[in-house]
């Protein structure tokens, strides 16, 4: 079975954190016995960032990546496309891709299948580019509950991709309820996975990964840290435009933070998998890999009520602790029952990964859903 991924986020050179879960998701599926190439969605074009930065290397580095390679074994193309900025036109980035995408599938050969992230851009580009190959859409969250919700042309361009899949897969059971409202017809959950390392964090940090945007809620933890009489130490994975906000509000609340800017995944990983316990209370979480990366190694994990990834998580097995968003007095208390229980709930946690979370068992889900889709 030979399968195209085709993938907006997917780690680049000056990234190689971005999309890295899609990377392991194609990996864990080469694993289970499908033949799969990588087709990326890149937009040479600097960020927003990178233009405000005004570093010439920030504004150089999309032009610089190179547009084919292999990462770890996989072969992986780099489709450039231009298309008008984000904020006024990212639903239909899609279409702006298609030609793009449908030369690079053609040179590439026949595939019995293509695997899209994300139903717009991706998904509405494979769609436009090669009609008639059979489809399947992994929804992660930001396309159902942001694109068809906040952009203009979102809803059509997410539907349309749905009408044109055999099958979604999402990363929980609420995005999958959310496809099924977009018009998805045939819908299943396959979660994305962990390694579970050799041994067990005996760490007593918190620790957060995550972009410093305000839809994380990384001042709520703050927040939360300075109502405790004897705070831990609390690390942070990640970088973002909310970073001096939040480097000022942990200096007035006298609270011991540490900042350690954008780490290559290796050494996040190795951060979050040797805390305390991990802390992220965020917003409009489909999933959050984040979350059982920590777990998978005894570490338990603190999430907001209601938000799919957590409580799917939650579902499955012990080790995740729920708190109502915003809440920051009811977030202290976690933090405090966490710490003082984390051998038990850490235990929990790794048995829940074990069970539910491997990139063992992503990667039969997929290769099985694959079959399915081709019957």
């Known amino acids: 079975m030979r399968v195209a991924v085709v993938a907006e986020y997917y780690p680049r050179r000056a990234d190689p954190s971005l999309g890295v879960w899609a990377h392991r998701q194609a990996l864990a599926a080469r694993d289970a016995g499908a033949d799969v190439e990588v087709l990326v969605l890149h937009r040479p074009v600097p960020s927003l960032s990178a233009l405000r930065s005004g570093r010439p290397h920030a504004l150089l580095e999309p032009l610089r990546q190179p547009l084919r390679g292999r990462l770890d074994g996989i072969r992986v193309t780099y489709v450039p496309f231009l298309a008008p900025p984000r904020p006024r036109s990212y639903a239909a980035w899609g279409k702006w891709a298609a030609p793009s995408l449908a030369a690079a599938l053609r ?144 200096a007035e609340l006298g609270v011991a933070a540490e900042f350690r800017g954008r780490l290559a995944p290796a050494e996040a990983l190795r951060v979050s998998q040797s805390a305390g316990a991990f802390v992220l209370p965020s917003a409009e979480e489909a999933f959050g890999v984040a979350y059982i990366e920590a777990m998978a190694a005894g570490v338990p994990a603190i999430g907001a009520r209601g938000e799919p990834g957590p409580e799917e998580i939650a579902a499955s097995g012990g080790g995740m602790t729920l708190v109502p968003p915003g809440d920051a007095e009811a977030l202290a208390a976690a933090i405090r029952t966490v710490l003082a229980d984390r051998q038990a709930l850490g235990a929990a946690a790794r048995a829940n990964v074990e069970a539910s979370f491997t990139w063992e068992g992503c990667g039969r889900a997929t290769v099985a859903a694959y079959e399915e889709a081709l019957r």
């Open 107 to 250: 040179r590439r050969g026949r595939f019995d299948l293509v695997h899209a992230h994300y139903a717009a851009p991706a998904g509405d580009a494979v769609r436009r580019a090669r009609p008639g190959v059979p489809l399947v859409i992994s929804v992660h969250g930001g396309d159902v509950l942001g694109v068809a919700e906040r952009w203009p042309g979102g809803r059509d361009a997410v539907s349309r991709a749905f009408g044109a899949a055999r099958l979604v897969l999402a990363n929980s059971a609420a995005i999958a309820q959310r496809s099924r409202a977009l018009g998805a017809r045939d819908v299943r959950v396959v979660h994305l996975g962990a390694d579970v390392p050799a041994t067990a964090s005996a760490g007593t940090a918190l620790v957060t990964v995550g972009n410093l945007i305000a839809r994380k809620r990384h001042a709520d933890v703050l927040r939360a840290l300075g109502r405790l009489d004897a705070p831990p130490p609390w690390i942070v994975v990640g970088d973002g435009p909310e970073r001096p906000a939040l480097e000022r509000l942990a």
